[in-house]
């Protein structure tokens, strides 16, 4: 096996890696349930519970049953068309059950192969509709710090500038508005008078800017892979309202949060407002395959149709994948089939009392958990290598980035799987923080 890993090192890109000094990976040899098996480097094999859910994807767990036969009995009928001309049950029968499990005026679907692409095909929505209205000087997109939308280049225009290194695509980089980011904390009042000077701030330039600007894009109620940041519901109603009253499109990136990892089906629910675009995306398919999906409103769909041009320009190659679209329809029919919200209620206490001991270890800034999604944030950036190895020792897998160890478990973790993947981040943080 270490014959492999060399080849790896000398082929492979990972994500965001370098190829003159590649980090150390771990080989897989099989993943069940909630584990991981990987390779230990001396012949042998060691298990982990896998607490990224293979980065938010795997919410039902490895070889999942449901979802194996699913994929199976797909692969039986046909695997992939293509979808110019051509149509098929299972993404007409997922597109049905994503508009009745969306916010209510989101009605149409449009399917591709990964959350970027989804982004993208959101911007084009909001920029086709606002020429399609008249507004052809609306072509920007007003987003806040600290966020993260995808790696192709217009998601990437969206992302937090310095999180996304906007300085090394100086010039290829749409220019953006961004607002502050909005203050921490899910609970946090709205007469806060940290969010009274946000939404004073963000206000100010929507209005500065209205011309400028087709659409809003942020990613409702936590911000992921910006630093895993929960803000408060009544930031997202501001966002709603000046909206409205500029005549932005309000795109909700729900890529991470979809699927009831927040706690509502999408965290929008939260603040009680409807997007004009929807993103979908990782657990669409309970990480089986990939797959994510645009909705939209009536009013969208039909303005861009009816606009110039006269449809809306985009079809990639795998759009609406059947292996793909059959996974997502048993995975959200796995999900709805039980009482998930109890589930994630379940895993957010565990992870709450599980995670409180780390809130007073040397070099802990914050600990924060919002719905099945726990926490540490460092006082400084993290050192990888050996936090990923003092979680391994403990049994668990984590990814840490930046200066944040964090956990968002498959749902089918047990009780005792969460106080394990806590109690394994706490000592890791302990150890390696
Ligand atoms: C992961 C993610 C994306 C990008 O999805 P990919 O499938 O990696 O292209 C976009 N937005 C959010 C909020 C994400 O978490």
């Not at 939308?149 to 010039?171: E, K, Q, R």
């Not at 996974?327 to 029919?333: N, T």
């Not at 005792?416 to 109690?423: G, N, P, S, V």
Request: aromatic share 6%; charged share 20%; glycine share 10%.
């Amino acid at each position: 096996m270490a014959g492999m890993l060399a080849r790896d090192a000398e082929l492979l890109w990972h994500p965001y890696s370098s190829l003159s000094d590649p980090s150390p990976v771990r080989m897989v040899r099989g993943a069940s349930g909630v584990r991981l098996q990987l390779d230990d480097g001396d012949g042998g094999s060691v298990e982990a519970i896998d607490a990224m859910a293979s980065w938010w994807c795997m919410i039902h767990g490895y070889r999942n049953p449901v979802l194996d036969a699913a994929v199976k009995s797909q692969v039986d009928d046909f695997s992939h068309v293509m979808f110019g001309g051509l149509t098929h049950e299972p993404a007409i029968r997922l597109a049905e059950r994503l508009v009745e499990i969306s916010p209510e005026p989101l009605r149409h679907v449009f399917f591709c192969d990964s959350g970027s692409v989804s982004v993208e095909v959101a911007i084009k929505l909001a920029l086709q509709y606002q020429v399609a209205r008249g507004n052809n000087g609306r072509t920007r997109m007003l987003t806040v710090r600290g966020g993260y939308h995808g790696d192709t280049f217009a998601p990437m225009s969206v992302c937090d500038p310095v999180n996304g290194m906007h300085s090394l695509f100086t010039g290829a980089l749409k220019e953006q508005v961004f607002g502050p980011q909005p203050p921490a904390g899910f609970d946090r009042p709205d007469d806060d008078p940290e969010f009274l000077a946000w939404a004073a701030s963000v206000s100010a330039l929507a209005e500065q800017l209205a011309g400028e600007i087709a659409a809003i894009i942020v990613e409702p109620i936590l911000q992921g892979a910006g630093g895993m940041y929960p803000y408060s519901p009544a930031c997202l109603r501001l966002l709603r309202e000046l909206a409205d009253r500029h005549g932005f499109l309000l795109i909700l990136d729900e890529i991470a949060t979809g699927f009831g990892r927040t706690g509502t089906l999408f965290a929008s629910e939260h603040a009680g407002i409807d997007p004009d675009i929807l993103c979908a995306g990782k657990a669409l398919t309970g990480g089986y395959l990939s797959l994510a999906a645009t909705l939209c409103t009536t009013d969208v769909a039909h303005t861009v149709s009816n606009g110039p041009g006269g449809a809306l320009m985009h079809g990639p190659t795998f759009m609406a994948n059947p292996l793909a679209c059959s996974a997502a329809l048993a995975s959200i029919d796995l999900l709805l089939s039980q009482d998930w919200a109890g589930r994630v209620a379940q895993i957010s206490a565990g992870l709450s009392a599980g995670l409180a001991p780390a809130a007073s270890l040397p070099g802990v800034k914050d600990v924060r958990v919002i719905g099945a999604v726990g926490v540490v944030q460092l006082g400084g950036p993290v050192d990888l290598p050996r936090m990923t190895e003092a979680a391994l020792r403990r049994g668990v897998w984590v990814r840490p980035f930046r200066d944040l160890v964090y956990t968002m478990p498959p749902y089918v973790c047990t009780d005792e799987e969460i106080a394990t993947i806590a109690a394994a981040i706490t000592a890791a943080v302990e150890e390696a923080g």
